[in-house]
């Protein structure tokens, strides 16, 4: 009989062999896609000329994928292995990035190509992200969740730190095409580590009737979720957030290089205060949740992320008042968002049952990924006509309204899990 190595009731997550090399392997990719984040918009503008609306069509070929593949994506993860999905995903998306700096190598390099391979690591990123969202669960106790996730959202704070600061140093030495290469390392190095994991997995999740059918199979879990008033408002929040977020983020780089006139280098270092930022968040959450509760801290902290990014708008003047101000914003922005995304995910996680994990998680996937492709375009559009600026501030004010959903909710009660 093969032995369990699952987290033992009272045992940390660090504390387990298991859970750490895909904490390390998670920390190196996280390292490793700040990278390319960062590196593929700069490519297009710096290298190949952009404008809005061709930063809007790589937001849209980084969304468009989890519309067509998202339920699919549940439904598969729920009824297979997760840990291959996690390897297949690294493997698959180093090749694929790899594609851009030899293009560029051999002076090949189009936006075509840049849309192809942000569209494909997106679809390959969905499979991953709840695979891996799903995945953590079969590693640690529910009890332990908290802490995991915590753990995690401190390795991405630190990606967050080192990944802009590395990725501005990389564009400036090697330039965007080439510091991505960098990326796919990192993503090789991240399918090593998960594949020398050794927890067994459920192998065989219970099938009824509702779950045999495929239709009915990929709409379960957003019936699960209509149907728990807890998850419903998260879901709500989170489609807000990615709707004006993503108005954001299209134009975010074109900005700061463009109107504020920042070098990549500088701009790497406005992006590292977030990573500061959501390290400090880390630290702080658990606190915040004995002290406040967990409605309040879930929803103070959406409240206080949205009036972070107003600090992104009023940016301008001299290019230290400008650079303060996008420090500013990405600090507080990470620093109250990482704390949100930590407890709203815990929560998410401790409310579905494991065989049910993945098409929840799908359907987070779907409905924040359509809203997010919507905003995309908007973000596009709406900064060719009436300007980056305007855009902006429309997109912040759609934020300070994310919060709505919870207040209306049970979640504002919630003292705990």
Request: with cysteine; hydrophobic share 55%.
């Amino acid at each position: 009989m093969q032995k369990k190595r699952h987290l033992q009731q009272g045992q940390q997550p660090w504390q387990h062999n298991d859970f750490r090399k895909l904490w390390l392997g998670q920390a190196i990719s996280e390292v490793g896609s700040r990278i390319s984040r960062e590196g593929i918009p700069l490519t297009a503008v710096m290298i190949l000329g952009a404008g809005p609306l061709s930063m809007a069509w790589l937001r849209v070929a980084a969304t468009a994928p989890v519309l067509l593949l998202g339920l699919v994506a549940g439904v598969l993860i729920d009824r297979l292995r997760r840990r291959p999905f996690l390897i297949a995903a690294d493997i698959l998306r180093a090749l694929l990035l790899l594609t851009i700096p030899a293009a560029a190598l051999f002076s090949l390099l189009h936006l075509w190509l840049l849309l192809v391979v942000t569209g494909c690591t997106s679809a390959l990123a969905l499979f991953f992200e709840v695979a891996y969202q799903s995945y953590v669960p079969s590693l640690v106790t529910r009890e332990a969740l908290p802490d995991a996730n915590s753990k995690l959202g401190f390795s991405a704070s630190v990606a967050e730190v080192l990944g802009p600061s590395v990725t501005g140093g990389l564009v400036q030495v090697f330039t965007a095409p080439f510091a991505i290469a960098f990326d796919a390392l990192s993503y090789l190095i991240s399918a090593l580590l998960v594949w020398q994991i050794r927890t067994p997995e459920i192998q065989q999740r219970q099938m009824t009737p509702e779950t045999t059918h495929w239709l009915r199979n990929m709409t379960h879990g957003l019936r699960v979720i209509i149907r728990d008033p807890y998850l419903a408002a998260l879901l709500a929040t989170e489609a807000m957030l990615a709707l004006f977020g993503s108005m954001i983020g299209p134009l975010y780089t074109l900005f700061a290089i463009r109107t504020l006139g920042l070098s990549p280098a500088l701009f790497g270092v406005t992006v590292t205060m977030g990573g500061i930022g959501a390290l400090a968040g880390v630290a702080v959450s658990a606190r915040l949740i004995r002290r406040f509760g967990l409605g309040v801290t879930l929803i103070g902290s959406l409240q206080a992320f949205a009036l972070a990014t107003l600090l992104i708008p009023l940016a301008g003047g001299p290019l230290w008042r400008a650079v303060a101000c996008l420090m500013g914003a990405q600090f507080f922005g990470d620093f109250t968002g990482v704390i949100y995304e930590v407890h709203g995910l815990t929560l998410r996680q401790m409310r579905v049952s494991d065989d049910m994990l993945g098409r929840v998680n799908a359907g987070f996937q779907l409905t924040t990924a359509t809203l997010a492709l919507i905003g995309g375009l908007l973000g596009g559009l709406s900064g060719e006509w009436f300007g980056i600026r305007p855009t902006l501030v429309i997109a912040v004010c759609g934020l300070c309204g994310s919060a709505v959903w919870m207040l209306a909710s049970p979640i504002r009660r919630l003292r705990s899990y």
